[in-house]
């Protein structure tokens, strides 16, 4: 209740606390706290912020569009509340994620705040006891889905798109059954991406990056097995085998390399519903024995590591914890799912249950851990570390589109910045308090991909990261002439 108060009095004193205090409040303006403020969000709106668009606007989306006040809209975060984290459908209330994210684009990446424009998609929820409780503030039926669903979003696209030629638009926690296909069919019509599927994909092979530089391991040496086959999941999965490929892996074999459990277990050709698939998980369905426990997973697959995306906590529990670290002298342990208690273990439950040999890095954060005569300083894969400086570099290059290449780019980029500091100290990613300077690095990265792809509407700067440092907003007062 306090940060947007603070923001609606002094918005130049709300970014410069938070810029200058990173480490601490990221916590508080986006995970854990957000997941919270969206369940309570009915309860502790004070006043609507952003746009809000429902079904009951159909056909007037582009009278909405155009009164909103600020002619210099860069990026748009949207959402319909489909999945919030890993707290599920939580259908209007989900507008807490938009705004914490562009919090986030000009805290990090120096996007100004009137160019950024969150916006709810309402098209009603699921979740019957929320939408029925007294404070829920959106509409009160189930969820569209088909041709109303498909028409107001294609409405709201046009009308974007149509006052702001140039604009970015970010998904944000749309469902699996919306999100992918979404994703391919807006991608190459508008600038645009889904931090759930590449943002997260994108951290989280940064992370692995490091981990193997800490190992002496290529990714492509590596087996992974992932608790949750998601759109987060499969999304991380797509951009790995990538990078496999980038180290003269042959896709197939890439492949093989994954494997994935959903609620029924291990993903094969033998649990017998291979033809009811979802598309995303058919390209890591491999031959095998069906397995239901993680434990009996990793007695047949021996992975290197473990992914956590599945938003069930206490997924990785002591056995399948010390199960990993039987047959691997460092092995890798990503718990990703959040809010905290979503989490698939804690740092100090992966320490205690690894004998200390962990490679570790986690969605939400975690204290150092003391143990075993030494300290490990949990890294966050946090998607901050990403979009913002995607975005930034998007909009320096006026990026016609978002390739998944440059979020691969983005993620070698974060991983070079880990210094030999973090590394010493068991922190797979760089500390937060360095977050504008990756956004930075990254920003200039992306954009030269765009330039050398021939994506750029932009005239080229002679210097893309002067340019990208140029174009960062920085919350200072103005002095007065008198």
């Known amino acids: 209740l306090h940060q947007p108060g603070q923001m609606d009095r002094d918005e130049a004193l709300f970014y410069r606390v938070v810029i200058d205090n990173m480490k601490e409040i990221m916590p508080l303006i986006y995970t854990p706290t957000v997941g919270d403020a969206c369940i309570n969000l009915g309860k502790i709106m004070r006043r609507p912020r952003g746009m809000w668009v429902s079904l009951q606007d159909a056909g007037h989306i582009r009278e909405a569009v155009a009164n909103w006040p600020e002619d210099d809209v860069r990026v748009v975060v949207v959402t319909d509340g489909g999945r919030i984290l890993g707290l599920g459908d939580l259908g209007a209330c989900g507008m807490g994620i938009p705004i914490g994210k562009l919090n986030l684009y000009t805290a990090c990446a120096g996007i100004p705040p009137r160019c950024c424009l969150p916006i709810m998609l309402d098209v009603g929820s699921d979740n019957e006891e929320l939408r029925n409780s007294e404070f829920y503030p959106g509409l009160r039926q189930p969820r569209a889905t088909g041709a109303p669903y498909d028409h107001i979003v294609e409405e709201l696209f046009d009308a974007l798109k149509e006052r702001y030629p140039n604009i970015l638009i970010q998904f944000e926690d749309f469902n699996n059954q919306q999100a992918f296909r979404l994703l391919e069919h807006y991608r190459t019509r508008v600038c645009s991406f889904n931090d759930d599927i590449q943002g997260t994909a994108s951290v989280t092979i940064a992370g692995l990056f490091t981990a193997v530089r800490m190992k002496g391991t290529k990714i492509s040496d590596e087996v992974l097995l992932f608790s949750g086959a998601g759109e987060a999941g499969c999304g991380i999965a797509e951009l790995i085998v990538s990078a496999m490929v980038e180290e003269g892996l042959p896709e197939p074999e890439a492949r093989k390399r994954i494997w994935m459990m959903d609620s029924k277990g291990l993903i094969t050709r033998d649990r017998g519903d291979f033809d009811r698939l979802a598309a995303h998980k058919i390209h890591f369905c491999h031959e095998g024995e069906h397995k239901k426990t993680i434990e009996d997973a990793i007695e047949m697959v021996r992975p290197t590591a473990l992914i956590g995306v599945s938003a069930v906590g206490g997924t990785f529990t002591a056995s399948v914890l010390e199960a990993i670290s039987k047959i691997n002298q460092q092995p890798i342990v990503f718990p990703l799912s959040n809010p905290t208690r979503c989490a698939e273990c804690t740092a100090e439950e992966a320490v205690k249950h690894t004998g200390g040999r962990v490679l570790f890095a986690s969605g939400s954060p975690f204290a150092p851990v003391e143990m075993f005569g030494k300290t490990l300083v949990p890294g966050q894969g946090n998607n901050a570390y990403i979009f913002p400086g995607v975005g930034l570099g998007a909009l ?46 990254i920003a200039a990265a992306v954009a ?17 990261l002067q340019a990208c440092a140029e174009s960062m907003y920085d919350p200072v007062y103005n002095s007065a002439r008198l």
Do not use: H, W
């Not at 993620?411 to 990613?429: M, P, Q």
């Open 396 to 441: 320096v290059a006026g990026a016609k589109q978002i390739s998944d290449k440059m979020f691969l780019i983005a993620a070698r980029t974060l991983s070079s910045l880990v210094n030999e500091d973090d590394i010493a100290s068991g922190c797979l990613y760089p500390p937060l308090t360095k977050i504008r300077e990756v956004s930075k690095e």
């Open 448 to 464: 030269e991909e765009a330039y050398s792809t021939g994506m750029a509407a932009r005239p080229r700067p002679a210097d893309l």
